[in-house]
């Protein structure tokens, strides 16, 4: 079975600057999708940037960027320039390709985002 | 266009007695899912579906059943809750197709099970 890992159950950062929050995961498989989801305390979930294993390149979204060593299975997400609406539990999710997209999200337990004024 | 909306956003029940979740979805998606969220926890998948008519499990499936009679619709029931299902339940849905198989989320039922 896959697992998500995300090892900091708290990050905070100032204003304006970057954070970069980590994520491994374990898989036997070599194709397979992996997302970041933002959960504000309005408990939607939104998501923020996804990353195909076979592309080489990593995906970058206006601020939001990742960090995708697919050798270490590891998936970090950056987040430059922070700013107060950032402020949000961020989940780390693994999908298998299994063609027809029947298989559900194996998602990390979360890192709290705290954004310092 | 709604998105995904889930009826009801909060609910108390009495363990032993059922209820009922809705799910329903504008986007003509094919693929619909239910999860639960519970305290310093990620999602975990309870059930799902690939179609009208059908439905799988998930990695959490005991204690709950499920219905997908119309396209648009995803019912979660429980016949007879428990303290432990107490959670917060969350229902996705996503398009037929490939690569791009974004799951789109709806704002969540908050249930307690006394």
């Known amino acids: 079975a896959q697992t998500v890992t995300q090892s900091q159950p708290e990050m905070s950062v100032q204003e304006a600057e970057t954070v970069t929050l980590s994520c491994t995961y374990d898989?036997?498989?070599?194709?397979?999708?992996l997302f970041w989801y933002k959960q504000p305390p309005s408990r939607q979930m939104i998501l923020v940037i996804r990353?195909?294993?076979?592309?080489?390149q990593n995906a970058t979204e206006n601020r939001f960027s990742v960090n995708f060593q697919k050798a270490a299975k590891s998936f970090s997400l950056k987040i430059s320039d922070s700013q107060l609406g950032d402020a949000a539990m961020y989940f780390c999710?693994?999908?298998?390709?299994?063609?027809?997209?029947?298989?559900?999200?194996?998602f990390g337990k979360g890192t709290h985002l705290i954004i310092q004024p | 266009n709604a998105g995904v909306t889930q009826t009801p956003k909060f609910r108390v029940l009495k363990t032993g007695q059922s209820m009922t979740l809705l799910c329903a979805q504008d986007?003509?998606?094919?693929?619909m899912y239910w999860y639960r969220q519970d305290p310093g926890m990620g999602l975990r998948l309870i059930h799902y579906?690939?179609?009208?008519?059908?439905?799988a499990k998930g990695e959490v499936p005991d204690g709950y059943n499920v219905s997908r009679l119309k396209k648009q619709n995803f019912l979660l029931g429980l016949e007879s809750a428990a303290p432990s299902q107490t959670s917060v339940y969350f229902c996705?849905?996503?398009?037929?197709?490939?690569?791009?198989?974004?799951?789109?989320f709806g704002p969540g039922t908050r249930l307690t099970v006394l």
């Open positions: 996705a849905s996503s398009r037929l197709a490939g690569p791009t198989d974004t799951q789109y």
């Open positions: 898989t036997s498989e070599s194709d397979y999708y």
């Open positions: 990353q195909e294993a076979y592309k080489q």
């Open positions: 999710a693994y999908r298998m390709y299994s063609g027809g997209g029947a298989d559900g999200l194996t």
């Open positions: 986007m003509n998606h094919e693929y």
């Open positions: 579906s690939v179609g009208e008519g059908t439905t």
